[in-house]
């Protein structure tokens, strides 16, 4: 069963920006919820450049099924040019809590 739902990784530059994200995904029902983690701060390589810029992270739980709407949706609303949209399986855990994220999508 767990094989079936994803965990979401993401990173926004605003925490307003995550905000937009996670309301629409879930009002959307593509993700059943959206974590919010703000205050970290990203090292990266980018046209050339190293930079370090403070950004927000989203987690959001879903199913397979819901992964490519979900992606081009976080794209749509993203102002980067490239961003970050990671799905990672799930292995194990609560049995009711996998019911309640087909429960609250659309699968």
């Known amino acids: 069963m767990a094989d079936e739902y994803r965990l979401v990784y993401m990173t926004a530059g605003t925490k307003e920006e995550a905000q937009t994200i996670a309301d629409a995904l879930v009002e959307e029902r593509l993700a059943a919820c959206v974590n919010i983690i703000g205050g ?10 190293v930079h370090h810029d403070e950004e927000v992270v989203l ?14 949706r976080v794209k749509e609303l993203h102002s980067y040019e490239c961003p970050c949209i990671v799905a990672l399986p799930l ?3 609560n049995p009711t809590f996998f019911e309640w994220i087909s429960s609250q999508i659309n699968v």
């Open 59 to 72: 987690i959001a739980k879903t199913t397979v099924r819901c992964l490519e709407a979900l992606t081009g």
């Open 40 to 49: 970290m701060v990203s090292v990266y390589r980018w046209e050339g450049r």
């Open 91 to 93: 292995e194990g855990g």
